[in-house]
């Protein structure tokens, strides 16, 4: 009875807190300023994939591993335009990303990752010319497998929109960290409306419930289908028949499977691993210390690469 009450109650403090963000909006407008931009060595148009990819970095570099993530998505046969809001990015670093992008924006710090998108899609404009549009983000080390082995699996499962994992707090939904939008959603009055009401949220909880839960909503209920490459079910099937024991409160649907489940999601073919699991572990989830060997058991990605990061951001 405790549980359902602290549900409700954090619910609607997370309401409160979207109403709070209106208001703002209403009394004084904000939008992160550009301060870069800048042309990188792809060629505009002559890939059918279109990625935005938001960039943030506290300490105003792009690590080795955003490196490795935007060589993988090059490789992919991917356009991509990177948004960082790392406002003290210099020539150097700038410069180890211009083969792997079309375009390079720096922005102020506000709004998150659905703002830097939504800049991203600005600076394209038309994309009536791409196959499809991936949204996603510096949030996670990888890939950790084969990208095209993904692409091709989900392009088998006939839906319009996808992502890596889907989550059931605030009700079923993907996770924003990798989205893939088909053709027929680019054209859709559902996402250019989305993107276009979209303002620049403060608090991290909006994003999630009107940006993450309400793109997944939008979408769905304009008749669009999506699927996770890797669902919730399947994760969690995964993770119990390999006879891993977690306490109860790990089970719970409603903690994230790339926290709770990460083992199981690894172990399921999922390209990524979150770095705030490795860095904070915030959800105290039991078993952190194998991480190497875990991911060494499928896949080759460099382990140095995480390391080196982690222990950067722990310098701090």
């Known amino acids: 009875m405790l549980g359902v009450l602290y549900d409700i109650a954090k619910l609607l403090a997370l309401k409160v807190l979207v109403l709070v963000d209106a208001l703002r909006r209403w009394a004084r407008p904000i939008e992160g300023k550009v301060l870069r931009f800048g042309a990188g060595e792809q060629v505009p148009g002559a890939r059918r994939t279109l990625c935005l990819f938001a960039h943030f ?53 506000i709004g998150y990752d659905f703002a830097s998108w939504r800049t991203g899609l600005q600076a394209v404009g038309d994309i009536s010319g791409y196959e499809r549009v991936i949204v996603a983000n510096d949030s996670v080390y990888g890939p950790l497998q084969d990208l095209k082995v993904v692409f091709d699996e989900m392009q088998g499962r ?31 009055p559902a996402f250019l409306e989305f993107w276009h009401d979209l303002p620049d949220y403060r608090h991290k909880y909006a994003v999630i419930i009107q940006g993450e839960v309400g793109l997944t909503r939008k979408l769905a209920a304009a008749g669009f289908a999506f699927a996770a490459y890797c669902p919730i079910e399947a994760v969690q099937e995964r993770q119990e028949s390999e006879a891993e024991t977690l306490a109860s409160k790990f089970r719970d649907p409603r903690i994230s499977p790339t926290h709770r489940a990460w083992r199981g999601l690894l172990r399921e073919g999922s390209p990524f691993l979150k770095i705030q699991l490795l860095r904070d572990n915030p959800m105290r989830v039991p078993g952190l210390d194998n991480w190497e060997a875990v991911l060494g058991d499928v896949s080759g990605y460099d382990p140095g690469i995480i390391k080196e990061h982690l222990a950067r951001m722990r310098r701090r």
């Open 57 to 109: 970095d506290r300490d105003g570099v792009i690590d080795d591993y955003v490196v490795q993530y935007l060589r993988s998505l090059h490789e992919l046969d991917c356009e991509t335009v990177v948004v960082s809001t790392a406002e003290g990015l210099d020539e150097e670093d700038i410069g180890r990303i211009l083969p792997y992008c079309m375009k390079f924006i720096v922005k102020e710090n």
């Open 158 to 188: 006939n839906v319009d929109f996808w992502g890596i994992t889907d989550s059931l707090k605030y009700g079923r939904h993907l996770q924003s960290y990798f989205l893939v939008f088909g053709k027929a959603v680019l054209s859709s």
